[in-house]
């Protein structure tokens, strides 16, 4: 059974710096491209950014780009977003993906991803 459990989420200033972790359990963590997402309250789930299964390739939706940096070490099967100069519209509960299917580049799209974990709350005050 495959487990997704992030951690590091808080309260932070505006300007200020979080950086979020992601631990993927029962599976083979290192084949399967990694994404982190958020949502808002009635809203749909957004990409913010995700990784390939080797980490050799990344990218950022639009809010997050020149910000946040995503990286993964596949000894630890964890996976992490540094967050920096962060804005009051990056408030919002993050969440990770797993990739469906495994030896994938990754994409910002939710439906890809069949792993999800809990979710852990960002809120930045102005």
């Known amino acids: 059974q495959v487990q997704v459990v992030e951690s590091g989420g808080g309260l932070v200033q505006a300007g200020g710096s979080l950086r979020l972790s992601c631990t993927v359990s029962?599976?083979?963590?290192?084949?399967?491209?990694l994404g982190w997402f958020r949502q808002l309250p009635g809203k749909e789930r957004e990409g913010v950014s995700y990784?390939?299964?080797?980490?050799?390739?990344?990218d950022y939706s639009d809010p997050g780009k020149g910000r946040f940096t995503i990286s993964r070490d596949n000894v630890k099967n964890t996976m992490y977003l540094q967050m920096n100069s962060q804005k009051p519209e990056d408030t919002a509960m993050y969440y990770c993906?797993?990739?469906?299917?495994?030896?994938?580049?990754?994409?910002?799209?939710?439906?890809?991803?069949?792993?999800w974990g809990q979710g852990t709350q960002v809120t930045v005050s102005s």
């Open positions: 990784i390939s299964w080797s980490g050799g390739f990344s």
């Open positions: 029962g599976s083979t963590f290192g084949n399967r491209a």
């Open positions: 993906g797993a990739d469906a299917q495994v030896w994938r580049l990754g994409s910002l799209r939710p439906s890809d991803y069949n792993y």
